[in-house]
T-cell receptor, first 112, second 116 residues
């Protein structure tokens, strides 16, 4: 069974903290990786794609370790508005086509 | 404003009713998807359409029937649903299905469905 595993949390951190989320995936053939953010009772929104070399977007840094089948998301200088559920997403392939596999998400709560 | 619009936002229906969920994307994408999100569970892919052809059907019960009349519109027809079908149903679109390098999906706001 091809899966994406995440620590559900919740992660409760103060403003300004640095927090890291981890994600493991089981399909070694996966080629595309993403982090999505989902606010309570809202739709998932793309936060960033994850590239082999690692990539950074402002306070957010994503890294990929193919050998360990591991993806991470680092958030620096946490803001109250970062409170959300962060979904690790990996592509899967099957005979019928391609699809995205979503993790259950990691919940972050940033407090003042 | 999202480029993917879903209606209705909320739907309450009895188990014997027939209703349809509608999704429209304004992004010029060629692939569209239906997902189910239940509490405490990851998003479950239900159907995938590419250029109006269904390319994925993830063992979804026949009481869910998708329809894709054109690349901008996707419907999910509901009939004789069960209480466990209560969930958030999300529509998404992506540029296309491009093989190994998968393009990110853009989601609509979802329809929150409650089955009485």
């Amino acid at each position: 069974r091809k899966e994406v595993e995440q620590d559900p949390g919740p992660f409760n951190v103060p403003e300004g903290a640095t927090v890291a989320f981890n994600c493991t995936y089981s399909n070694s053939a996966s080629q595309s990786f993403f982090w999505y953010r989902q606010d309570c009772r809202k739709e998932p929104k793309l936060l960033m794609s994850v590239y082999s070399s690692g990539n950074e977007d402002g306070r957010f840094t994503a890294q990929l370790n193919r050998a360990s089948q591991y993806i991470s998301l680092l958030i620096r200088d946490s803001k109250l508005s970062d409170s959300a559920t962060y979904l690790c997403v990996v592509n899967d392939e099957n005979q019928a086509g391609t699809a995205l596999i979503f993790g259950k998400g990691t919940t972050l709560s940033v407090s003042s | 404003e999202t480029g993917v619009t879903q209606t209705p936002r909320h739907l309450v229906m009895g188990m014997t009713n027939k209703k349809s969920l509608k999704c429209e994307q304004h992004l010029g994408h060629n692939a569209m998807y239906w997902y189910k999100q239940s509490a405490k569970k990851p998003l479950e892919l239900m159907f995938v359409y590419s250029l109006e052809e269904r390319v994925e059907n993830n063992s979804v019960p026949s009481r869910f029937s998708p329809e894709c009349p054109n690349s901008s519109h996707l419907f999910l027809h509901l009939h004789t649903l069960q209480p466990e079908d209560s969930a958030l149903y999300l529509c998404a679109s992506s540029q296309d299905l491009s093989g190994l390098i998968f393009q990110p999906q853009h989601f609509g706001d979802g329809t929150r469905l409650s089955i009485l």
